[in-house]
């Protein structure tokens, strides 16, 4: 099925800002309509302290392996997985990771999670932005970086959407012989995480539908149920509310039926031939973006709060799902 | 249908020329609105063939890797929906596939994924029906009444014939634009006509109204001759105005020829008169020759007392009275005469002196006449008399005469005018009648001057004019009859 548009686009110091806009969304398919924390939540605020901790430490050690990494342009992966009208914030992004690392960036841009899984496997690219469902896959070749943190809380989950006028659906059960939007072979909120449900109730998801179709991007699948082309999707939470917020007279016209369990956020990883140095200065480039006001920016227009380092074991539920149809 | 052909050309004309105009403009009006039609199809056969060869194309890898999603946005792209700027664009993308389910719309609402097409409506299910009588082969579908012109076009490559692509353009659209066309053509055929009706009916009256009078006047013949036409109606010439030639030509002769007819009644009236007073007068003058003769007889040797006597001579005055009226009436032209002299006419001024004198009258005497003219001396003389008596007396007190004799080839020309009172329409006529008078003397002075006149094989004609009166001699001093210079009037 890996039939996925191959739209590449690279993204690098040498190309002008407008020439980065041609593709970028990869940034916004990441990072819609996050609110910003509370000032009063001291949990986070512990966070964030223990962050800038960590951070003070990564900026010396950053700082102490410059000469170490060398200036070999840094490769950044990104997957689609969100809007497609934000190709500022991607260049923005870049060109602030640069500063930070004193080295060239390049984003690297795949329409399908598997192109990207691909370009790991074989260490075309260095760090990657992906979904939870391919870190599971590529665990071991790859060491999870980051995880953004979202609603103050490194988690999203998977809607089940039916367009705003189907009012008798409520549960996926009565969706039987009926066609349904994924968004991609290898995307957990749009893909797993509803066959999982599904699978739970006793039902074979291959004959489940009556027939089902990949959109390769959540908010496509938004739009094929919006439009009736779908009479059911899965969406990723993130996705939809960002999209709730950026276009609100597209998300109106679909109904969120159920919500899933909650998931580890799509981490960011680095491929495990990355040294250590590379990979702490970029985890600490990464970690400390609450830290400036370019940085803060930036996280303001992802709709995320920050970046934390995460663990491997917050992707337990996602192992499990696999686990259920014979994967991980 | 007569009716329309017997109107007056004044109608006629104007109404076939707008019959012709009305007629003109809606032809040329419907073959643009047909042409237009034409072009209007071919464009939009053109843009969907393009279209659909072009989505078809693009769809079959898209359908044959079954990516619904990618077929999906390749049928919405926005290059398809009419609107008022783009009227000929598609309004309904569909993709069939092999088992007549829809595999993809534009508008998935109404028009489901894997929807049977039969089942969708009654306009589907025949287009289902075009479809499979197609198989791998492009098509329309359209029918009356249908919503939409159907362009049927097979998604495959070689042999494998994935589906079809059906694109829906709107026929309402269709011929909404098609109107827009066809109602200026309308305006353009509807401005023509406005100005071109009032030229032609214009033209058409100008052209008419010449004929109409021409036919007026023409109509007039038979009864009367009718008037001349008014000079400048008709100034060109083309086959109207020939005819208006033709036309005056013809008004010229009748009037002449209506003179002529008066003229020939007069004489022969004159004829008639002058026989018959010769036949009465040659009857009267047998017994009144013998009543004279024996009243002669009974005064010399009737002895009768004086009562007797008184009463003969009473009757003898009366039946002398009687023979000279009678003399007078027969005017006796065939006495023998010795030839006109240029002393003759000098003579007869000469005698007309004194009655000039006693009305205190100018006379004008112009004689040209030299030498002796073949023409007998006595009668010319009394002809030239009784003229100039008359005109002297018409021409009244202090009045004015003038008199010319002249030779005018073989004729001898006299022509006596006055400044008198012009002759009344009721005298002129009876002219020369005898006892016809304007008032002084019986009448007969005329009568005799035309009857020498005739005799002598002449014309006398009398005419008023300018304040004059004229009246105009002419004899022949040979047996060939005169030439008359100018036609006289009566």
């Not at chain 2, 109204?209 to 010439?237: D, I, K, N």
């Not at chain 2, 030299?370 to 018409?394: C, F, K, S, Y």
């Amino acid at each position: 099925m890996d039939t996925g548009k191959r739209s590449t686009v690279a993204v690098s110091d040498a190309l002008p800002h407008s020439a980065a806009d041609g593709v970028t969304d990869w940034l916004l398919r990441r990072a819609c309509g996050l609110r910003r924390l509370p000032n009063g939540d001291l949990r986070t605020r512990r966070r964030v302290l223990r962050a800038a901790v960590a951070a003070f430490g990564e900026l010396w050690l950053a700082g102490a392996g410059r000469a170490a990494v060398g200036s070999r342009t840094v490769r950044f992966g990104l997957t689609p997985a969100f809007l497609h009208d934000q190709h500022g914030l991607l260049a923005d992004w870049r060109e602030y990771l640069r500063d930070k690392l004193g080295r060239p960036v390049e984003f690297v841009l795949r329409d399908s999670y598997r192109e990207t899984m691909d370009l790991l496997r074989l260490t075309k690219i260095d760090f990657a932005w992906i979904c939870d469902y391919p870190y599971l896959h590529l665990k071991d070749e790859v060491r999870l970086m980051a995880v953004p943190l979202y609603r103050g809380r490194p988690y999203y989950r998977s809607y089940l959407i039916v367009a705003a006028r189907n009012l008798h659906v409520s549960s996926i059960a009565q969706l039987k012989g009926n066609i349904f939007a994924y968004a991609d072979p290898y995307s957990n909120t749009g893909y797993l995480a509803p066959r999982y449900a599904l699978h739970r109730l006793g039902e074979n998801p291959e004959r489940f539908f009556r027939k089902t179709f990949f959109t390769y991007s959540h908010r496509k699948v938004i739009e094929a149920v919006a439009s009736g082309l779908a009479v059911a999707g899965a969406v990723d939470s993130y996705v939809w509310d960002s999209l709730a917020v950026v276009a609100p007279e597209i998300t109106r016209q679909t109904r969120i039926v159920s919500i899933s369990e909650e998931f580890g956020f799509p981490p960011l990883v680095a491929h495990r031939s990355v040294g250590d140095e590379e990979f702490r200065q970029m985890q600490g480039v990464l970690l400390n973006m609450g830290r400036d006001p370019g940085g803060r920016s930036l996280l303001a227009r992802f709709h995320i709060d920050a970046f934390i380092p995460g663990k491997p074991a917050m992707y337990d539920g996602v192992a499990r799902m696999m686990l259920a149809f014979g994967e991980g | 249908m007569k009716r329309l052909f017997d109107l007056s050309f004044r109608y006629k004309i104007p109404l076939w020329g707008s019959v012709l105009i009305v007629t003109a403009a809606l032809f040329v009006a419907s073959s643009l609105m047909f042409r237009a039609y034409e072009d209007l199809r071919r464009d939009l056969y053109i843009s969907a063939d393009g279209l659909a060869r072009t989505l078809a194309k693009t769809l079959f890898p898209a359908i044959l890797h079954d990516n619904v999603w990618q077929a999906f946005e390749i049928v919405r792209a926005p290059f398809h929906g009419a609107s008022p700027e783009h009227p000929v664009q598609a309004e309904l993308v569909l993709v069939v596939d092999d088992r007549q389910q829809i595999y993809v719309s534009d508008d998935p609402k109404t028009l489901p994924m894997l929807t049977g097409i039969r089942y969708v409506s009654e306009e589907f299910a025949a287009l289902a029906q075009r479809i499979a009588e197609l198989g791998a082969s492009p098509g329309t579908h359209e029918f009356a009444g249908s919503k939409h012109i159907y362009f049927i076009t097979p998604i495959a490559d070689g042999e494998a014939l994935l589906g079809h692509l059906v694109l829906g353009y709107s026929r309402e659209a269709f011929f909404e634009r098609f109107l827009d066309i066809a109602r200026n053509a309308a305006g353009i055929a509807a401005l023509v006509v406005t100005v071109l009706l009032p030229i032609n009916w214009y033209w058409g009256r100008r052209t008419a109204e010449p004929l109409v009078r021409l036919a007026a006047r023409m109509s007039e013949v038979g009864h009367s001759v009718p008037a001349p036409m008014e000079p400048g109606l008709y100034a060109y010439r083309d086959e109207l105005g020939r005819l208006f030639e033709a036309y005056e030509r013809m008004v010229t002769e009748l009037r002449g020829k209506k003179v002529l007819e008066r003229e020939m009644v007069r004489s022969e009236r004159l004829a008639a008169v002058g026989r018959l007073s010769a036949g009465i007068a040659h009857e009267i003058n047998n017994p009144l020759a013998g009543m004279l003769t024996a009243i002669s007889t009974l005064k010399e040797h009737g002895h009768a007392d004086v009562r007797t006597l008184k009463t003969m001579a009473l009757v003898e005055r009366g039946l002398q009275q009687i023979r000279d009226t009678v003399a007078a009436l027969l005017v006796q032209a065939r006495l023998v005469s010795r030839n006109l002299a240029a002393q003759d006419l000098e003579d007869v001024r000469t005698l007309l002196e004194p009655e000039a004198q006693r009305k205190a009258a100018r006379i004008e005497w112009q004689c040209e006449v030299q030498g002796e003219v073949d023409l007998p001396a006595t009668l010319v003389r009394q002809i030239l008399i009784n003229l100039m008596l008359n005109a002297i007396n018409a021409a009244g007190e202090r009045g004015s005469v003038r008199c010319r004799v002249a030779l005018e080839g073989n004729c001898l020309e006299i022509n006596v005018a006055n400044d008198g009172r012009p002759l009344p329409e009721e005298v002129k006529e009876r002219l020369f009648e005898p006892f016809t008078t304007t008032g002084s003397g019986p009448g007969l002075g005329l009568w005799v001057t035309y009857q020498i006149v005739q005799q002598l094989g002449g014309r006398i004609a009398a005419r008023s004019g300018d304040g004059l009166t004229f009246f105009t001699v002419s004899l022949p001093a040979s047996p060939a009859p005169c030439v008359p210079k100018a036609t006289a009037s009566a």
